[in-house]
């Protein structure tokens, strides 16, 4: 492979470093912050979107197939509705929940943890 020929462009605004990622199905790219936000960008027409109620630095986030993002940090995973900026549903967790993965059909999401692996079974 070639050298770089891409070019850098800053999006999301973050004060400190940036933990984790992830494109949606539909385009958007979350990112989560040690600053405890979450930024989602849609290249379709540049806007930025914060998701509120984060108080710790989050350590994970997934897209789920229809649109909805879970997002890890320190004791909780929320699964959000982005669009509207509200939280559908909260889990408490032990420690931080430091992955999360949707099943292919959106109804179990899997989170793992120092405390090991849970699986929540939720219906988007």
Same mark, same amino acid.
């Given at each position: ?20 990622? @992830?494109?949606? #199905? ?10 405890? @936000? ?8 540049? #806007?930025?979107? /914060? +998701? ?5 630095? +989050?350590?994970?986030?997934? *897209? ?8 890890? /940090? ?5 699964? *959000? ?6 939280? +559908?549903? #909260? ?23 120092? *405390? ?5 079974? +939720?219906? /988007?």
């Amino acid at each position: 492979m070639g050298p770089n020929t891409g070019t850098t462009i800053e999006l999301l605004n973050h004060t400190d470093r940036v933990a984790s990622m @992830a494109w949606s #199905a539909y385009g958007r790219l979350a990112a989560a912050g040690a600053d405890g @936000a979450v930024r989602v960008w849609d290249p379709t027409n540049g #806007a930025t979107t /914060e +998701l509120p109620s984060h108080t710790s630095r +989050l350590r994970s986030m997934a *897209w789920s197939a229809a649109g909805h993002l879970a997002t890890g /940090e320190a004791g909780v995973v929320r699964v *959000w509705d982005v669009t509207e900026r509200r939280v +559908l549903t #909260a889990f408490t967790v032990d420690g931080y929940a430091t992955s999360c993965a949707w099943s292919r059909d959106g109804e179990a999401l899997a989170v793992a943890g120092s *405390w090991g692996l849970h699986l929540l079974q +939720l219906i /988007e």
